[in-house]
Every structure is written in structure tokens, then in C-alpha cells.
């Protein structure tokens, strides 16, 4: 029997919601020893939310408040608090567009995570795909990572790599760099909810490894 306390997660999204549903449909297949609590989201026509309330789960909007790129101070509060009483005890950022601050990165210390579309360090910020195209890469992808007071800096969980193509706008890219995302997100939340690794400093190694 495992000693670890089971996930439940509280699922944060702003968008269509397609990391959302793959995490959710990885768990309803077995894959993520894990349920969802609830879902929440900043904008109350979000995809998200459909595709939350389509699987009985529980969803609801919450209002942001003032500013465009963070929650106001006491909704932040009121975010956290929702989140506690549905007994989510591990967050899920799954295209928040809202940078997190102390409150909340307080309620749930080491237990937020985001994906991001490049290969972190390369390309933080908004529409990663398009600032890999303007450099010329040729390789970019996503990355899973803790979430840190910074943007985009917490510790990496884990990377997926894509092929930059020839022939690639903007939205084939970002297409082909979801599709990674799929695979990615669910597999790294199945590896925390069975506890199969840990963080070293800023490496996220198996349990089993020695790092020096
Ligand atoms: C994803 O591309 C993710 O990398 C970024 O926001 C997007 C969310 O998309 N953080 P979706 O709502 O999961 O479809």
C-alpha cells in the first residue's frame, strides 16, 4: 500500500481546455492514479469549463477581478479557498493565462504545476510557437515544470521535443506542439501521483537515481 496521499486535483484553465482533457481522460482510462476536484477557470465562456461540466465534474468561473494578468488580491484568496473546500490538494495549470503570486503559491507549496509551449528556458511568455518561429529554431517543444513566483522558471518535470518543419506557419506548430503536450502532461502527472520522482535542487530526477 502506498503511504502517498492521493492526488486530487484542483485543474486551473483559461482556454479550449485540450490538456485538460487529456489529463482527465488518462485518469477516466487508469493511467493517472489521481481524481479531479474541481475545475476552475478566469473566463466564464472557457472550453475548459464545457468540457468539465460535460464529465460531471465540478466546474465554476470566478470572476479575476481588475487586472489582466493576475487575480486581484482577495479573489486570488477566494480562489484558494474554493479550491481547499472541493479538497483539491495538488494544482494543475492547464493554459492559466494569470501569473500566480505568493498567496497561492503558499497554499500549495511544490504542488502547482504548468505546461508551457517551447523548451523552457527558450521562449518564456505568451506564444512561445511564434517566438520559436522569429528565432529559426529548429527544434523546439513543452515543457512541464513546478510553478515558482517566476514566469516560467520552476523546476523542469519534463520535456517533450518538436521538429520545427520547413513549411511550418504559426498554427501547425502550435497544433503539432499540443499534440506533444497530450502525451506529456498526463504522463508527468501520472509519474508525481505515484511518487516516482523527486526534486533535487532544480533537478527532478527518478527516486531511484543518485545525482551529484
Ligand atoms: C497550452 O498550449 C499550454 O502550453 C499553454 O496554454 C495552452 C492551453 O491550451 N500554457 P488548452 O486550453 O489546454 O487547449
Redesign the pocket.
Known amino acids: 500500500m502506498s503511504a502517498v496521499t492521493p492526488f486530487r486535483l484542483g485543474v486551473l484553465?483559461s482556454?479550449?481546455?485540450?490538456?485538460?482533457v487529456a489529463i482527465a481522460d488518462a485518469i477516466a482510462a487508469g493511467k493517472i492514479p489521481a481524481e479531479i476536484s474541481l475545475v476552475l477557470s478566469d473566463v466564464e465562456t472557457a472550453?475548459?469549463l464545457v468540457e468539465a461540466r460535460s464529465r460531471q465534474l465540478a466546474a465554476r468561473y470566478i470572476a479575476p477581478g481588475k487586472f489582466r494578468t493576475r487575480l486581484e488580491d482577495g479573489i486570488e484568496q477566494e480562489y484558494v479557498a474554493t479550491l481547499r473546500d472541493a479538497g483539491a490538494n495538488f494544482i494543475v495549470l492547464?493554459?492559466f493565462m494569470r501569473v500566480l503570486k505568493d498567496p497561492f503559491l503558499r497554499a500549495f507549496p511544490d504542488r502547482i504545476v504548468?505546461?508551457?509551449?517551447s523548451l523552457l528556458p527558450a521562449f518564456p511568455g505568451l506564444a512561445a510557437w511564434q517566438q520559436a518561429l522569429d528565432y529559426g529554431v529548429k527544434i523546439t517543444g513543452?515543457t512541464v515544470h513546478f510553478v515558482t513566483a517566476g514566469v516560467d522558471t520552476g523546476a523542469i518535470i519534463g520535456q517533450q521535443s518538436v521538429a520545427v518543419l520547413d513549411t511550418d506557419t504559426a498554427a501547425t506548430l502550435h497544433a503539432r506542439?499540443?499534440a506533444a503536450?497530450h502525451e506529456l502532461y498526463p504522463r508527468c502527472l501520472a509519474a508525481l501521483a505515484r511518487d516516482e520522482i523527486t526534486r533535487i535542487g532544480r533537478r527532478v530526477v527518478p527516486r531511484t537515481s543518485s545525482v551529484n
Open positions: 484553465g482556454g479550449r481546455g485540450s490538456n485538460f472550453g475548459i492547464a493554459g504548468n505546461i508551457h509551449p513543452c506542439i499540443q503536450e
